[in-house]
Nanobody
């Protein structure tokens, strides 16, 4: 099973930026969907962004502020987060689907591997 390790979380002021990275232990094909989810205290885990092939998908709450990208040569997916808001505070998880499902249609239960999560706190 592919293992995922996130990094890049931390404390940032509102309006600031962070870049999260998720490194996979094995090779991944560009068709494999990868996603970033987040879970805030007392809330359900929610999709932030996903990517497969040339397609990307974003939650409405982060459109125009977050950018998902991947480097298949490095087996790594990134989440660039700009104009951060306090409501972006959460534990962020990356996930990998090995089923060849598009990022536009893959659901949370179709991801096969999950990272351990990285904390993002947006506060002044």
């Amino acid at each position: 099973q592919v293992q995922l390790v996130e990094s890049g979380g931390g404390l940032v002021q509102p309006g600031g930026s962070l870049r999260l990275s998720c490194a996979a232990s094995g090779s991944m094909l560009s068709i494999n969907a990868m996603g970033w989810y987040r879970q805030a205290p007392g809330k359900q885990r929610e999709l932030v962004a996903s990517i497969s092939g040339g397609s990307t998908n974003y939650a409405d709450s982060v459109k125009g502020r977050f950018t998902i990208s991947r480097d298949n040569a490095k087996n790594t997916v990134y989440l660039q987060m700009d104009s951060l808001k306090p409501e972006d505070t959460a534990v962020y998880y990356c996930a990998l689907s090995l089923r060849g499902i598009s990022s536009l249609t893959v659901s949370e239960n179709q991801y096969d591997s999950w990272g351990q999560g990285t904390q993002v706190t947006v506060s002044s």
